[in-house]
């Protein structure tokens, strides 16, 4: 179906913004992504004609503390990929400027090394104070990404926090940088990247204490591994669904541990060593993910994973649209005003509030013209 056989919010002037999308154009893309990121008019039905065409690009996330050479090791990895004739788009999470509230571009300055080339598209957004160290927007933009074609889509992070795990639910393989002074394995523990890396990188090996966190990454994944055991049948299912061919190949080695099936259909992490300012362990890292991805597929994680996905697009989507519909209209406005004096009084609670809320907003929250009642 072409981009302009659906009829679109916003005229002949989205159809043929999407008729350029699909002949590649990069500028085209940029407006798009411009208007997805900025929620504009139109915006969703220009994600809704895109949708049948995501799911081709391999997903991949990059976080880790402040400081861990995350953008460094994006750029390497971008050009490894690119020397493999793959095509990259990347997405790099920058900090809100105080000032215009858009991104300060740092990620983007310090990839100019691959920011010039045809195969290679950068965007940086903003948090916008969002707290899971991603814009709220960077799914929709990750899906603007796969939809105009490229085999890859990086999303790199600002740095993260106990708080700041959201990019394990935005794409297929999470990879961790962590560097000599991130501190010891406990404190990686406590900001929950043990939970969400399905590779680990210590980058700038060449710094005193790299082999020893290495070292302590890896007993805290032997730690975790023997304390994890399959208990339901959907993971027994993804066992089997693995050929032993694949299974052998998935137990091979890296450098700096273990990758693949642990025995129990699990992903073991690899702990992997690099210099990226230098380029040193980018066959190894793309290896990694490679395996990852295979793994992801043959184990049938990858189909789970990316339901997960589109289960969270769904909720989010309601969540927004909800809050839109009844934060700004008047009418709601002025019956919660109205109950603040049985709220202050104790005759009432607000989950009172809440309920009577939603049953008197049906017809606002499903979009009907109904009056709704006062």
Same mark, same amino acid.
């Not at 304390?227 to 066992?239: I, M």
């Not at 300012?277 to 184990?299: N, R, V």
């Given at each position: 179906m072409s981009a302009t056989a659906r009829p679109l919010s916003g005229g002949a002037g989205i159809g043929r913004l999407l008729d350029d999308f699909a002949a *590649? $154009? /990069?500028a085209a893309l940029a407006r798009v992504i411009s208007i997805v990121e900025n929620h504009r008019a139109g915006f969703d039905a220009v994600l809704g004609a895109l949708h049948g $065409?995501?799911?081709r690009a391999r997903r991949i996330g990059i976080t880790g503390p402040p400081g861990a050479g995350k953008s460094t090791l994006t750029t390497q990895l971008v050009h490894h990929l690119r020397a493999q004739g793959l095509t990259v788009g990347v997405i790099a999470v920058d900090p809100t400027s105080p000032f215009t509230g858009g991104a300060l571009l740092g990620d983007r300055i310090r990839m100019e090394s691959v920011a010039l080339d045809p195969g290679v598209y950068i965007r %940086?957004? +903003? #948090? $916008?104070?969002?707290?899971? &160290?991603? %814009? @709220?927007?960077?799914? =929709? +933009? %990750?899906d603007v990404l796969d939809a105009y074609g490229f085999d890859r889509v990086i999303v790199e992070t600002v740095g993260v926090g106990q708080s700041e795990l959201d990019v394990a639910r935005t794409v297929d393989t999470c990879l961790v940088v962590l560097v000599p002074e991130s501190g010891d394995s406990i404190q990686t523990l406590k900001a929950g990247l043990m939970e969400i890396a399905d590779v680990?990188?210590?980058?700038?090996?060449? *710094?005193?204490? /790299?082999?020893r966190l290495r070292t302590e990454v890896q !007993?805290? !994944?032997?730690?975790? +591994? *023997?304390?994890?055991?399959?208990?339901?049948? +959907?993971?027994? /299912?993804?066992?089997?669904t693995m050929t032993s061919a694949r299974a052998h @190949?998935? =137990?091979?080695?890296? $450098? &700096?541990?273990p990758a693949g099936d642990d025995g129990h259909g699990h992903w073991t992490p690899p702990v992997l060593t690099a210099v990226a #300012?230098?380029?040193?362990?980018?066959?190894?890292? /793309?290896?990694?993910?490679?395996?990852?991805?295979?793994?992801? %597929?043959?184990?049938?994680?990858?189909? =789970?994973?990316r339901r997960a996905r589109l289960r969270e697009r769904v909720k989010d989507v309601v969540d927004q649209r909800v809050r839109a519909r009844l934060w700004t209209d008047a &009418?709601?406005?002025?019956?919660?005003?109205?109950?603040?004096?049985? !709220?202050?009084a104790g005759s009432i609670t607000p989950y009172d509030v809440a309920d009577a809320l939603l049953a008197r907003s049906a017809a606002l929250l499903t979009g009907r013209s109904d009056d709704v009642d006062s």
């Open positions: *590649r $154009r /990069a $065409r995501t799911g %940086s957004l +903003a #948090t $916008r104070g969002a707290l899971g &160290g991603l %814009s @709220a927007a960077t799914r =929709e +933009a %990750s680990f990188v210590i980058n700038k090996a060449d *710094r005193p204490g /790299a082999d !007993l805290m !994944l032997k730690l975790r +591994a *023997r304390a994890a055991a399959p208990t339901d049948r +959907a993971e027994a /299912a993804a066992r089997s @190949a998935l =137990e091979g080695s890296h $450098r &700096g541990g #300012t230098e380029g040193k362990g980018m066959p190894e890292i /793309a290896a990694a993910l490679d395996q990852h991805y295979e793994y992801l %597929s043959s184990s049938g994680v990858l189909l =789970e994973r &009418g709601t406005a002025q019956w919660v005003e109205g109950q603040l004096p049985a !709220l202050e």
